[in-house]
């Protein structure tokens, strides 16, 4: 059965040519949208030109039209904004790669972006052939691209398996001891390709206070950490120490008066036995006063 022919008014044909002409988008996709060949719709733009000459335009209100070279201005400039734009996709794209591969991207940019620009465009702005670009896409894919595709997807899968904190190093040595021979410099381009990036949580650091209400506590030093005689004002704190077996905890006892360390003592917590281990050290090598101060934070371990 032959195709019935589809018929089209002249204000049905004047809405679709303005949806070329007010839009930044060319005629091949206002056809292709339409349903209709781009030659027949380029035939009625210019027919509607004709027929409207300079008020072929957009009434930008009070009766006001825009001239056909304002149009024309107006559309060479959104055509550079376009332009830009994809350029800077291509950028991204062929980062790092030597010219062969460079030309690869190329091609590959323009396949992934035929849904928004044509295919004419984007070879004229990257400067390559329409011919060499249709057929790159007709031949089979290389050993290579298969490989590296293969590749991609086990970099996929270990990287979600390990919840995304793994960077390209971590990927390599996994993918080594699978078997899979690849370098540690292809897994990174692979990754920057894909745009994974690597999630890296802090590092996790043990807590010396303890968080609570130490209750009213005067401060007896007052800021001033000198003393006129030794075992009259002592300072302590602890701090932790990381080891192969876990983290060492050292609690140290200072001297104002010689700002010597004057007593310490270690443990693997840091409960109020090992700040009382660190005092009795201290009273065994200094004479403590009465009425001495011992100033240290306002953790629970020291105030209860």
């Given at each position: 059965m032959a195709r019935q022919r589809r018929h089209f008014t002249q204000e049905h044909k004047d809405e679709i040519v303005?949806?070329?002409?007010?839009?930044?988008?060319p005629i091949a996709h206002v056809a292709r949208e339409v349903g209709i060949h781009d030659t027949t719709l380029g035939n009625w733009v210019k027919d509607y030109r004709r027929r409207h000459g300079d008020a072929a335009?957009?009434?930008t209100g009070g009766g006001e039209y825009k001239s056909r070279r304002e149009l024309q201005l107006e559309r060479e400039n959104r055509k550079l904004r376009e332009e830009n734009e994809f350029l800077k996709k291509a950028a991204l794209s062929s980062t790092g790669r030597c010219n062969n591969h460079r030309l690869?991207?190329?091609?590959?940019?323009?396949?992934?972006e035929e849904a928004n620009h044509a295919i004419i465009d984007m070879c004229a702005w990257l400067r390559v052939s329409r011919s060499g670009y249709?057929?790159?896409?007709?031949?089979?894919?290389?050993?290579t691209a298969e490989r590296r595709q293969r590749l991609k997807a086990m970099i996929q899968a270990v990287f979600d398996?390990?919840?995304e904190t793994y960077g390209y190093r971590r990927i390599h040595v996994v993918l080594?001891?699978?078997g899979e021979q690849v370098s540690p410099e292809?897994?990174?381009?692979?990754?920057?390709e894909m745009g994974l990036q690597p999630v890296q949580p802090r590092p996790w650091r043990p807590i010396t206070t303890l968080a609570g209400d130490p209750g009213d506590l005067p401060d007896l030093v007052e800021r001033d950490f000198t003393a006129e005689r030794p075992g009259t004002k002592l300072v302590g704190d602890i701090t932790y120490i990381p080891t192969w077996e876990g983290f060492l905890y050292l609690a140290t006892v200072i001297d104002c008066h010689s700002k010597m360390v004057v007593g310490w003592a270690m443990a693997d917590h840091f409960k109020t036995s090992l700040i009382n281990a660190a005092l009795d050290s201290a009273a065994g090598h200094i004479d403590i006063e009465p009425g001495c101060i011992f100033h240290s934070d306002r953790g629970s371990n020291y105030t209860k």
């Open positions: 303005r949806m070329v002409l007010d839009g930044p988008r335009a957009t009434d690869t991207a190329k091609y590959e940019c323009i396949d992934a249709y057929e790159w896409r007709g031949r089979p894919m290389s050993a398996a390990n919840h080594a001891r699978s292809l897994v990174r381009q692979l990754m920057r």
